[in-house]
DNA sequence: ATCGGTTGCTAAATCGGGTTAGCATCTCCA
DNA sequence: TGGAGATGCTAACCCGATTTAGCAACCGAT
């Protein structure tokens, strides 16, 4: 086994050896009990077992002076359960995305006295498999399988029958369902929608799909349910699109093509829906470039909330994608064995960060 | 009759209750031989224990037959090594710095047949007293203790005669020495000078620290180091910087600041030296807003190589944090017993990404 | 026949805590 | 005086693997 080469160096270690970890039978030697009578003390089942309050208070005050802490590694063994659980995403590394997502479901584990082990499949189906088998060897007692980007992703085998909570992902059709955590795409692109209808916008142009409903990437659960949520608004309000542009990918260099070409054709003014703030920053240059100003000749509302949101001139309006709140409920779910037990999909609100793209129609 | 135990396996097999997991007693039974002899047949050590080859080759082929996976907690509590390291990091989410980070640690970590644990302190040492003691009590073989923007860190107590890597991280150098891994950050210092003076500019104004070597935020290694290479190199060439601005935080709003004063200043082309990308963000909009052009009328210069550098027009010519490399140094030498042993400090080198935003001086 | 040396394997202890059946001892009341 | 019941605690097994001392059985040489 290769990772026994850390154990070696306790070993031969000179002077310097680290003391050894008190054990529940040295504070039972300590406080003259036995280990059992320690065991139940300590797990709090003193009473139910009735041992007295006086050696109670002895093992708690050993306990407590020897700076006893369990060795978890026994109790996992014995116990089935680890205070575990495994957090399995595509990619960890973009952007702040999977950090944010994370630090939410390392936050619901600190509160609930668990420890997240992490692992990166880099969409590698065979590489998740090996991850899910990792963990499943330490025992975890949950596993939560993130996506990066929202899209469609099938369960593990191996973790079938166990608790898994999707997060950002929603399984396959076709496939056996499952719990899912993921932000509220679909109403996120009504409310977009609504927000430029309210401001008196009446030309709004697409930057990143449309104009049709199948005019975005299909591997993208995001673009299709924001697309869909802008649609239906606007055509709930008699209207359709003056124009969409499909990206292939959702980077600041696509969107300032779209925005490049849009301008070109004759557009000067209007609104835009940018797909995500990376296409947004897109459209801000070419705007820039162009002469054009915001929001005096465009109003831009976006979606994620990307740091470049606020670092933009100005700030950008945009509904951001929870990924702290959606990391939390994730870990919540997995916990709550009510919850866990009923597949299901919980959607969790994109709220609007309101800041300075978006102008009334024809106040400036 | 070396498959009744599979025979059993299949009879419940109807019943929708998870299959219990095959032991190595399962396996040992199956084989018709001992759990000694099946653990060393399993451990390579058959041969070395004097196994006979058949018995060996059945054992193995029972084991895989009946997917026998070794349940590691158990291991761990004999063994006293787990196949496990701790990572604990200050921040998690910020942009993709932890991110790749960890991924390079993650990438590390799978190398060997390691499985990562994460945490975050959020800066606060008591918080990472008791992230760490939740790792040793799950028997962590080492600990990575990392920060995500250099500066100095304890190691938290803990911990000591442990298995520690500091990672973007020196220790205070009033306490005892241990294992770093960080940027070269003075390096690179040197190097961005030198950039800008091999293009011939000889106005090199510094936008996060300086003029002065003390002119820099306190606590950022980072910028002291970055600092101390860019004046030690100017100096050299009988120069020092035509100006410098230290900026409290360094994000696009205070990139911004200082620019915007330096080109009200006066300054109407010339050289930057930004502190990190952020604050070169910040410059590109002072220097758009104010009409001027890059690299026609300012070369800048950067460090960081955040996700920004390729996305601006033209793309930012930077020195990249290597942060995978990071990750993945910092594993490898917790795990290599002779390197962990000695303390030091790893100085990894940041990469030149040479990009547009630099052009020889009076050329354009 | 006996002894020493191989060969091939296993019993049993171990890691550290969790769990349960049940054993003394004492009290109280009939 | 004896039986029921409460009180206080512990022995002993369990989780699943690793590790070591050592035991049969057999072989060949004396």
Same mark, same amino acid.
């Given at each position: 086994m290769p990772y026994d080469a850390l154990a070696k160096i306790g070993q @031969?270690?000179?002077?310097?050896?680290?003391a050894k970890r008190i054990t529940l039978a040295d504070v039972a030697r300590a406080a003259d009990v036995s280990r059992s009578t320690a065991s139940l003390v300590l797990s709090d089942r003193g009473d139910e077992l009735r041992i007295s309050e006086a050696s109670q208070q002895r093992v708690r005050q050993v306990a407590t002076e020897l700076g006893y802490r369990p060795n978890m590694v026994s109790a996992s063994l014995r116990k089935g359960t680890s205070g575990t659980i495994g957090f399995i995403s $595509?990619?960890?590394?973009?952007?702040q995305l999977a950090g944010d997502m994370i630090k939410g479901a390392l936050e619901g584990a600190r509160k609930h006295g668990y420890m997240l082990f992490i692992g990166e499949s880099e969409g590698d189906e065979s590489q998740q498999e090996r991850l899910v088998e990792a963990m499943l060897d330490r025992q975890v007692d949950g596993l939560i399988v993130a996506s990066m980007f929202t899209r469609e992703r099938s369960v593990p085998s191996a973790a079938a029958e166990r608790n898994v909570v999707l997060l950002n992902t929603v399984p396959p059709p076709d496939e056996a369902p499952v719990r899912a955590v993921i932000p509220d795409e679909y109403a996120a692109g009504r409310a977009a929608a609504r927000l430029l209808l309210d401001a008196g916008h009446r030309q709004i142009h697409l930057i990143g799909?449309?104009?049709?409903? $199948? $005019?975005?990437?299909? $591997?993208s659960v995001a673009g299709k349910e924001r697309l869909a949520g802008i649609l239906d608004e606007l055509t709930s309000a008699g209207l359709s699109p003056a124009s969409g542009a499909e990206c292939r990918i959702w980077l600041p260099s696509e969107g300032w093509r779209a925005t490049s070409a849009l301008i070109a054709s004759g557009v000067a003014r209007g609104a835009l829906i940018t797909f995500n703030d990376r296409l947004a920053f897109g459209a801000y240059q070419a705007i820039g470039e162009a002469g054009a100003t915001i929001p005096g000749d465009f109003s831009i509302v976006s979606f994620d @909330?990307?740091?470049l949101a606020s670092w933009l001139h100005p700030n950008l309006t945009t509904f951001a994608i929870p990924h702290h709140e959606l990391g939390l409920r994730a870990l919540e779910t997995l916990l709550d064995p009510a919850t866990i037990a009923r597949p299901g999909i919980d959607r969790i609100t994109m709220p609007l960060r309101r800041r300075g793209s978006v102008a009334e129609f024809g106040t400036i």
């Open positions: @031969d270690g000179e002077a310097p050896m680290a $595509d990619t960890v590394a973009t952007s799909g449309g104009p049709g409903r $199948d $005019d975005v990437a299909q $591997d @909330d990307h740091q």
